[in-house]
């Protein structure tokens, strides 16, 4: 079957997760120097507890979970100022885009091919940054995983895909920049591409992808 839908993962597939910390340490010397770890940490805590929540069937919404892990990540580098917190939440909601993805959303705007998010992140969250980046024309829709109550990789989440936007599986594309994402949109049944930033290994899991991209700009091409 052909494509007709590419779903995408939000944050670190087309927000970019680092920004937040990176910027603010332009003009914050505290963080200058620890800002890297600091953004590390602040993303591996906030999908810890959105993975342990899930487990523990404990919802919080997932902009608690991303002040919880800034909290844990601000404290592990011996930082405690909630005003600085409070500067690091504001530019996290309104985290900037990859430099790509206008002109790939655009691409396949242009072949026909609907475009969506389906995400972890809370529907004000996702709003933010969606204005942020300028990119609200060129997707037919935003899914938040909220309603459900449920995080990624749950199967309740990702079959809301074809609950939504009336495409199936096997006729919809997912992109994720998350390995663990990935491996979950693939046993769901989707045509999954990874998008390896980093050159991280593949996860030892039984869901492969079918492709492995370094950026969103191969996209189009690969549809």
């Keep these: 079957m052909s494509i007709q839908l590419c779903v995408f993962d939000a ?41 342990l929540r899930e487990i523990m069937g404990d919802y919080v919404d ?8 800034l909290d844990w990540a601000m404290e592990a580098q011996g930082l405690d100022d909630p005003n600085l917190a409070d500067r690091l939440m504001a530019l996290y909601r309104e985290l900037s885009a990859f430099p790509e993805v206008p002109a ?54 990702y079959s809301m895909i074809a609950r939504k936007m009336g495409v199936s599986p096997e006729e919809t594309a997912f992109i994720s920049s998350n390995g663990w994402d990935a491996a979950g949109a693939s046993k769901a049944g989707f045509r999954v591409l990874w998008v390896n930033r980093g050159g991280a290994p593949l996860e030892r899991l039984p869901y492969k ?11 189009p091409d690969w549809i």
């Design 62 to 69: 997932f902009w608690q979970l991303t002040r919880d892990g």
């Design 209 to 219: 992808p079918a492709a492995t991209l370094r950026d969103l700009r191969g996209v």
């Design 104 to 157: 790939m959303l655009e691409a396949l705007q242009h072949r026909g091919i609907g475009r969506a998010i389906l995400s972890n992140g809370a529907p004000e969250m996702l709003d933010a940054a969606v204005h942020a980046a300028k990119i609200g024309h060129l997707l037919d829709d935003v899914i938040s995983i909220h309603e459900l109550r449920r995080y990624k990789p749950a199967a309740e989440v």
């Design 11 to 51: 944050y670190g597939t087309l927000f970019d997760v680092d920004a937040a910390a990176r910027e603010l340490a332009h003009e914050e010397p505290r963080l200058t120097e620890i800002w890297p770890r600091l953004a590390a940490d602040w993303r591996r805590k906030q999908l810890e507890y959105s993975w």
